[in-house]
């Protein structure tokens, strides 16, 4: 997707460095390996994921092609009050660029940016490998945005309630039911015991099939905490009574989870009791498991499930309850989530698909710097249609001068006197009254020329976030990036050029 802005000039957040000697601003850190099949049984930290730090909002803006439709992950699509979106972030680290959950709220939401950021900093503190952890958060203007980990493998509502090849096998169930129970008990233990609104939705799986917490949870929809979203007959009897969550709603909200697992299906809790109390055992559980279940196990979730659907708070267990009782019942530890899943392994990343190359594509690959400048002149400014209009009164003498001083650059950019070309160019930038991306990009093959990566590759993000799909932006980064060794990144953005011009081929937009 690139980036809008430089990842090398950012500067961390002011407060980290009061807290710690560690650079706060580093997120773009290579995520943990995989674990070993089967449960993990190793220290409770991640310690390969990225520390808490303040994103720009043109960096998410360019993760997600400006917040797209097409990268909406959360359930609901744009319906939602909270929308959840799939990004990909530029990286320094050559072998890899994170892909990325943002939670973008209403603007109404949390009115005051310092609460919002106090609240973010709170949940950013925690760090475990049964969580999808929260990595950072956004907070300019009117936007309030939270950044997580991506879990590409889907929710639990998707595999036990629209599941395509198979339902999910008893052993992973119970897997899915320790885990979660597991990343609540850290939670509690940290001074975190709130958690608002949890469901199905809430239990994402990793690139290993890992089921993990999302952390979105962890943190109040608004400033007020209005935190329940889900039908009334799954809310904890507290919320209702006096709209507040306690640690004990969790726990009773799990309990609606356990009566997932055991059914497959989501039943409300009062039904579901009704049937506990008759015993009726068979006639709860999920049918697609054909029988291929322990009645002994199934009774012992169901127990669990009843106690934390108790009316009252204080007759529900607590989290360590939940770990000590279904720890004991794990079994298959040495098959992994996936392989229980019925999904294939996933990369941490989709691999980068191939297209057929342009001229301009074919250029860029091999780093052609005279093919690209040929382009570039030949194209001239036909892709900057649409990007600016102008009133009348902006006509002055200064909008002349400006136009004068992109004229001289491109007289220079023609004759190849490159450092004249980025003097005038800059004069035109600088101005701010019109922005084009053609000069962006001619000024990035201007730094290209004098041995200047770094500017070469600000002034590309900076055609893209003018042009989010131009795949001109695009094939200038892909260049910079290749002249800075990372070589990697660079074939990633190769291959998003050459799929942003294929789409334009069909009728889409881009160049």
Wanted: glycine residues 6%; contains cysteine; hydrophobic residues 35%.
């Amino acid at each position: 997707m690139g980036c809008c802005e430089s990842i090398f000039s950012r500067r961390p957040h002011p407060e980290d460095n009061t807290k710690s000697g560690h650079n706060h601003n580093n997120h773009h850190l290579q995520a943990d390996p995989p674990p070993p099949n089967g449960i993990d049984s190793g220290p409770s930290n991640s310690g390969g994921v990225p520390e808490f730090s303040e994103f720009l909002l043109a960096e998410l803006r360019a993760a997600t092609n400006n917040f797209n439709p097409d990268h909406i992950v959360s359930e609901s699509g744009e319906k939602a009050p909270n929308v959840v979106y799939k990004g990909r972030l530029q990286s320094q680290n050559q072998n890899h660029r994170p892909w990325i959950a943002v939670k973008k709220f209403t603007k109404l939401a949390w009115p005051n940016p310092k609460q919002f950021a106090e609240e973010a900093r709170g949940v950013g503190k925690l760090r475990h490998k049964k969580l999808a952890n929260l990595i950072g958060y956004c907070c300019e203007g009117d936007e309030r945005l939270l950044v997580a980990e991506y879990m590409p493998s889907d929710t639990l509502a998707k595999h036990l309630f629209h599941w395509e090849n198979q339902t999910i096998e008893w052993a992973m169930r119970l897997r899915v039911a320790l885990y979660i129970a597991e990343a609540l008990d850290y939670c509690s233990t940290e001074g975190c015991p709130l958690y608002h609104d949890l469901n199905a939705y809430r239990v994402l799986f990793d690139e290993n099939g890992d089921p993990r917490l999302s952390c979105f949870g962890l943190m109040k929809n608004s400033k007020d905490g209005k935190g329940y979203s889900t039908n009334l007959a799954y809310t904890p009897p507290e919320y209702l009574k006096n709209g507040r969550v306690t640690p004990e709603s969790a726990i009773f909200s799990y309990g609606t989870i356990l009566l997932d697992l055991l059914s497959g299906k989501h039943i409300p809790p009062g039904h579901a009791l009704d049937m506990i109390r008759g015993k009726n055992i068979l006639l709860l559980m999920d049918s697609h498991l054909d029988g291929k279940f322990s009645t002994e196990e199934a009774t012992v979730v169901l127990d669990i499930a009843s106690k934390c659907l108790q009316y009252e708070p204080r007759e529900r267990p607590n989290t360590k309850d939940l770990v000590a009782t279904l720890a004991p019942l794990q079994n298959k530890l040495d098959v992994p989530s996936y392989v229980m899943l019925g999904i294939p392994m996933q990369e941490d990343a989709p691999p980068t698909t191939q297209h057929p190359l342009s001229p301009m594509g074919d250029a860029c690959s091999r780093m052609d710097l005279t093919a690209i400048h040929q382009i570039l002149v030949m194209t001239h400014y036909k892709d900057d249609e649409g990007t600016n209009e102008l009133s009348f009164q902006e006509w002055t003498q200064q909008m002349r001068d400006m136009l004068e001083a992109r004229k001289r650059g491109d007289l220079a950019f023609r004759d190849r006197e490159f450092r004249t070309a980025i003097d005038c160019y800059s004069q035109f930038i600088d101005v701010g009254t019109m922005v084009s991306p053609t000069v962006y990009a001619r000024r990035s093959l201007c730094y290209l020329m004098c041995d200047q990566p770094d500017a070469a590759l600000r002034d590309a993000m900076q055609a893209q976030c003018v042009y989010p799909d131009w795949s001109t932006a695009f094939y200038m980064q892909a260049v910079a990036l290749a002249k800075m060794d990372m070589h990697k990144d660079a074939g990633d953005m190769l291959s998003e050029a050459a799929s942003l011009e294929e789409k334009k081929q069909r009728g889409g937009k881009g160049s």
